[in-house]
């Protein structure tokens, strides 16, 4: 049976972390915090890992995202994407912070992978170091390269805008979209860091952004799925896009078709759930793929209408 909450959203989508470590660490995120991070054998193996997502597949989900943490620092994520093709998921995605993508991109696409989401907070070499605390900026414009050298599309870079670190880099991420032909997206800071420093004045909203690039090069609306986080634009008078995602100031709840399975197996049904719900005690005990399947269900018909 199809998955739907008790509001008629029919979900769609699922966002695997299979990970919670990372290499960097963002001054806005909670990744970034070796103090949280879980004992390994909290973690799903890849076995557990594909036996949920045959489950879901059943249930209707057709696109499924790679996340972490960063997803390229667990060994075998390759072998995982090669596994979830073989289910039959038709849209397979992977959200990178790009460091080891150059070395890995070639991989990827022979596993199966179809599209990627570049994470790149700054286009100036030190403010990048301070905000990734690595020095790593020519490894991720390198993988960038690799990806839009290679078959996936479309190639996504993710900015989070945080006031006062690189709001001034509006509109030099839209001409780097422009001049690279691909999609430059703008995140809304959202409280989700570990160092708690969150602050409203802190979120640059979508639609600053937009009056800002629109102000100097005209932008037009791309039609979009409802359930999509982002609203598009392309520009009027050439190639790229821009992509404005607004958690904060524009909470796209009404059609989200999204589910998270975090590292540890539990299943996140927004973002901001107060609650999550355990999984791993399910796979590690003797319960059968039917029993799973009614217990995501039972979790999913809970889905709150919005954050
Ligand atoms: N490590 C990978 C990366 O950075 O792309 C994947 C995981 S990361 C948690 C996924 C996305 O969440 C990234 O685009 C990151 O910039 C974004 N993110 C993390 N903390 C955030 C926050 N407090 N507000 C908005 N976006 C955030
Ligand atoms: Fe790591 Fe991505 Fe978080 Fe940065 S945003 S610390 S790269 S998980």
């Known amino acids: 049976m199809p998955l739907a909450d008790k509001f008629g959203r029919q979900i769609t989508d699922l966002r695997i972390s299979v ?36 489950i879901m597949v059943g249930m209707g989900i057709r696109k499924v995202r790679v996340t972490g943490g ?21 849209d397979l995605s992977m959200t990178t912070n790009g460091h080891l993508l150059a070395e890995r991109c070639d991989r990827l696409v022979a596993a199966g992978l179809n599209r990627i989401n570049i994470s790149l907070d700054s286009l100036d070499r030190d403010k990048f170091e301070r905000v990734t ?5 020519d490894q991720v414009i390198a993988g960038i ?38 999609i430059m997206r703008f995140i809304e800071f959202m409280p989700l860091d570990a160092d708690r420093s969150w602050t409203r004045d802190m979120v640059v909203t979508g639609a600053e952004v937009h009056d800002r690039i629109s102000a100097r090069w005209p932008l037009v609306p791309v039609v979009h799925e409802r359930s999509e986080t982002a609203r598009k634009f392309r520009f009027a008078d050439g190639r790229g896009e821009i992509g404005l995602i607004s958690p904060v100031s524009q909470p796209f709840c009404g059609h989200c078709s999204r589910l998270r399975l975090t590292a540890d197996g539990k299943l996140r049904t927004c ?16 319960a059968t793929d039917r029993e799973i399947g009614d217990e995501i269900h039972a979790i999913v018909a809970q889905k709150e209408k919005g954050h």
């Open 19 to 54: 990970t919670d470590r990372c290499n960097f660490r963002c001054v806005y995120c909670r990744s970034a915090d070796p103090e949280t991070h879980m004992p390994s054998a909290n973690l799903l193996t890849w076995d557990e890992y594909e036996r949920l997502a045959r």
């Open 70 to 90: 960063e997803p390229l620092v667990r060994s075998g994520v390759e072998d995982f994407i090669a596994r979830l093709k073989a289910l039959g998921v038709p």
């Open 133 to 137: 605390r690595t020095k790593t900026f």
């Open 145 to 182: 390269d690799a990806a839009q050298a290679s078959s996936l599309r479309p190639v996504k870079v993710n900015a989070v805008l945080v006031r006062g670190l690189n709001d001034d880099e509006v509109e030099a991420f839209a001409s780097f979209a422009r001049d690279r032909d691909l």
């Open 271 to 286: 973002l901001f759930s107060k609650e999550d719900h355990d999984l791993r005690f399910l796979l590690r005990g003797d």
